[in-house]
């Protein structure tokens, strides 16, 4: 399993290119952030492939010097995973690299709006001499999540998306009691107090909020600033902002891309219009 491994990340790092621009045309993110996204990806594998040969039980002697103990682990069997749409291709590796390391079979399901990526890794792997069928990847919405949740000879499932459909996973996958791994989304805040370095407190505010268009479960998109620092804070923020180059995601030069659907797109500019109302005030914009 490791020397397939670890072929797969050569292989993937001998194209990177092509699989980076593949992953742009997928989910519309910077060039320069999926380049960044496949190295990720090769680290992933060859951190796993280095490891797989390592993991084993343990012998454990007893106090009465006569008797011992020992532990053994064992594969699950096949294990599942259903992935987000912002990071097609590197969660894919995140959730396959340990599962074939500790010499499990593998199913992946990745998010509708993002079907490429994926497809092409398990070919690679195919390539990098992993036996065909032990890395499938299965195409579908939410019904076929479902199925994977719920199948009895899935004996694992690893879920990467939205709280609400992480509950429902949950919920599936515990009618057979499976194990279960959930990597939910959220709204985390970043709090800047008074006596922060305000170059960096904008810096930390603008990767929080702008990294993949804002389209990452860990992003800082509630800001709260200290009142007394508030106007020194905007005064920083409002100029980088509006120095963020929007464009094509294929240019190099482009630092926001496009979010993932036009779908997504209306949301977001629904939540603008509902700031509006609020009495928001809009600092920078940038129009469709």
Known sequence: VAVVVFRAAQLIRERSDAIAELETRDCGKPLWES????????DCLEYFAGIAPSI????IQLDDGKSFAYTRREPLGACAGIGPWNYPFQTACWKLAPALA????????????????SVLLAEIFVEAGLPAGVFNVVQGDG???AMLAGH???AKVSFTGSVPTGKKVMEIA???VKALTLELGGK?????????????????????NFLSQGQVCSNGTRVFVHKKIKDAFVNKLVPRVKSLRVGHPMKEETQVGALISPDHAAKVLNYIESAENEG???????KR
Not at 195 to 205: E, F
């Open 143 to 145: 019904e076929t999540g």
């Open 35 to 42: 380049k960044l996204d496949i190295q990720a990806s090769i």
């Open 56 to 59: 084993h039980g343990q012998h």
């Open 188 to 208: 985390s805040p970043l709090i800047v107090f008074e006596d922060a370095d305000l170059d960096n407190a904008v810096s930390g505010a603008m990767l929080a």
């Open 102 to 117: 500790c010499g499990n079979a593998f199913v992946y399901k990745p998010s509708p709006l993002t079907p490429l990526s």
């Open 174 to 176: 515990s009618g057979s």
């Open 152 to 154: 009895e000879e899935i």
């Open 280 to 286: 928001g005030r809009i600092l920078a914009e940038a």
